[in-house]
């Protein structure tokens, strides 16, 4: 598939919508569109195939399920893990699993981006503070709506619309010499790769009120019950709503 300019700068924006809780799009901002699955989704929207987008960007998303940005850090960014891994594995037809190992290193280069716009933005802090002390609110505004949005474009939209536009061959490229064993070998690597994720969700629940276990059983559930993942899923949803009222009143009642 090939990547036409357009697309590449409409999947450019895409990874700044993730990268930026931009207040001109309050509500589409960096909270729910950083999700691989969803961002994959847009993505593939873009490129015309939404289901397997959807498919490659919840793949991703495994990588990323205890990811959490503390303090403003970001250890590695989601964002354009799942924009970019999208992007390369529609268009060099690459499985997702294969497009998990795309994922990992873009997503370390998107943690330097962010501490680049970062570093940057202080600039910006730094004449906000000065216009605030007048209680100049429009400039106030300005400042953040005009100039530290261009800037987040710079920083997102042209780089990322560069690598897809022209890396989109080069990974079809790749994908095609490395068919066969190697191609196999990291099919299985990128199979491996949502452990990390998983463990990590599993780290998080394991506490004193036994949601690890719950964890453990609706896995069971699901593996021997023949059950399907949306009927575990609304069962799972219903018992944590009772779960957790019951569990919400034990403590205030402490």
Partial sequence: MQITLIQAVLIGFVYYLTNNGTPLLTGLGSISLRQPIVSGTVVGFILGNPVQGCIIGATINTLYLGFINAGGTLPTDPGVGGVVGTALALSSGA??????????PVGLMGAMVWNLRQTLNSVFVQRMDKYAEVGDTRKMAFWQTVPAQLLAIAVTVIPCALL????????????????????????????ILPAIGIAMILKMLNTRNGILLLFVFGFFLRTYSGLSMLAVAIFALVFGYFYSEVLFKKEEKK
């Fill in 95 to 104: 499985s997702p699993e294969v497009a998990m190992t795309i994922a990992v």
């Fill in 164 to 191: 897809v536009y022209f890396g989109a061959d080069q990974a079809k490229n790749v994908i095609d010499s490395l068919s066969g064993t190697p191609l196999h070998i990291l099919s299985v690597i990128g199979g």
